[in-house]
């Protein structure tokens, strides 16, 4: 189910495009952080 | 993606930050960072686990890609905004940055047509043809 505001987001991690992880609760954790869903493929 | 690099300072001043994903695998994806000089990361889902666990997995289309949507996280991971968009359709950016200004609520954060430009649409395909159509699953 695709979060919805006021609920709570699932945790997650992922390397970035040059092999850095990152935990989406850190990410989160300094301050808001725009998350940005894209296609790619281009 | 770029409109978001244009903006990133004003969003920073605002006290919020960036980050892109995708189901692109590494180098295609730092191309992209590359290519629009994004100041933010760009994560990599080409397992397609975030996207699936987050029910934004288009199957449909390229071999499985992620639906454009574009969330607001605070602290906790609480959800403050979300939009789910399409190729033709979005939340508009300075509305999500009125947003984290706190000049605006999430429902009234205005649309905006999406519109390819011809050089974003030059550049398309040539990655296309340089990596292929579709991201290998991993």
Same mark, same amino acid.
């Given at each position: 189910?695709?979060?919805?505001?006021?609920?709570?987001?699932?945790?997650?991690?992922?390397?970035?495009?040059?092999?850095?992880?990152?935990?989406?609760?850190?990410?989160?954790?300094?301050?808001?952080?725009?998350?940005?869903?894209?296609?790619?493929?281009? | 993606?770029?409109?978001?690099?244009?903006?990133?300072?004003?969003?920073?001043?605002?006290?919020?930050?960036?980050?892109?994903?995708?189901?692109?695998?590494?180098?295609?994806?730092?191309?992209?960072?590359?290519?629009?000089?994004?100041?933010?990361?760009?994560?990599?889902?080409?397992? !397609?686990?975030?996207? #699936?666990?987050?029910? &934004?997995?288009?199957? @449909?289309?390229?071999? %499985?890609?992620?639906?454009? /949507?574009?969330?607001?996280?605070?602290?906790?991971?609480?959800?403050?905004?979300?939009?789910?968009?399409?190729?033709?359709?979005?939340?508009?950016?300075?509305?999500?940055?009125?947003?984290? !200004?706190?000049?605006? #609520?999430?429902?009234? &954060?205005?649309?905006? @047509?999406?519109?390819? %430009?011809?050089?974003?649409? /030059?550049?398309?395909?040539?990655?296309?043809?340089?990596?292929?159509?579709?991201?290998?699953?991993?």
């Amino acid at each position: 189910m695709t979060p919805d505001v006021g609920g709570e987001a699932p945790d997650f991690e992922l390397l970035d495009s040059t092999g850095v992880a990152h935990r989406l609760a850190s990410l989160v954790a300094r301050g808001p952080r725009v998350l940005l869903f894209y296609r790619g493929h281009w | 993606m770029a409109e978001y690099g244009r903006a990133y300072e004003e969003i920073r001043a605002a006290g919020a930050d960036v980050v892109a994903l995708s189901v692109d695998t590494q180098a295609r994806s730092e191309a992209v960072r590359a290519q629009l000089a994004l100041p933010y990361p760009v994560l990599c889902d080409p397992a !397609r686990t975030v996207v #699936r666990a987050w029910d &934004l997995h288009n199957a @449909r289309e390229m071999g %499985g890609i992620a639906v454009p /949507a574009v969330f607001v996280i605070g602290p906790d991971r609480c959800v403050r905004y979300r939009s789910i968009d399409s190729t033709r359709d979005r939340v508009a950016t300075d509305g999500v940055l009125r947003f984290l !200004r706190g000049e605006a #609520r999430g429902k009234e &954060l205005g649309r905006e @047509r999406v519109q390819a %430009g011809l050089g974003e649409f /030059a550049r398309a395909i040539a990655n296309a043809v340089r990596r292929g159509l579709r991201t290998p699953h991993e």
